[in-house]
Nanobody, 124 residues
Framework: QVQLVESGGGLVQPGGSLRLSCTVSGSSSSSFVMNWYWYRQAPGKERELVGSITRAGVTSNYADSVRGRITISRDNVKKMQWLQTNSLKPEDTAVYSC???????????????WGQGIQVTVSS
């Protein structure tokens, strides 16, 4: 069973940095993640796409609220992605979720998985 597991969240002081990780586990060796995404949802707000990165390493869709402060990276072999956020602000407080889309090469079937999310709280 495929699972996405986020890690690295917690409480951070304003101005600090945080690196979130997302690991795909349980997938077959012929499953390729083609697109990685990070979303976040703050209390009382809609889910927001923070950014994405393709298998080829092309990043895009950085939300205006985080542009210039985040870096998304991935490792296709390890099936992991990371979200590095600097100069954290209280308004960055949210549940951050990992999302992947890919293809099972053996069958041609596409897949789409979500992590359960991890809390990031920015507060002094």
């Amino acid at each position: 069973q495929v699972q996405l597991v986020e890690s690295g969240g917690g409480l951070v002081q304003p101005g600090g940095s945080l690196r979130l990780s997302c690991t795909v586990s349980g997938s077959s060796s012929s499953s390729f993640v083609m697109n990685w995404y990070w979303y976040r949802q703050a209390p009382g707000k809609e889910r927001e796409l923070v950014g994405s990165i393709t298998r080829a390493g092309v990043t895009s869709n950085y939300a205006d609220s985080v542009r210039g402060r985040i870096t998304i990276s991935r490792d296709n072999v390890k099936k992991m992605q990371w979200l590095q956020t600097n100069s954290l602000k209280p308004e960055d407080t949210a549940v951050y979720s990992c999302h992947v889309r890919g293809v099972e090469v053996a069958t041609g079937a596409s897949f789409d998985y979500w992590g359960q999310g991890i809390q990031v709280t920015v507060s002094s």
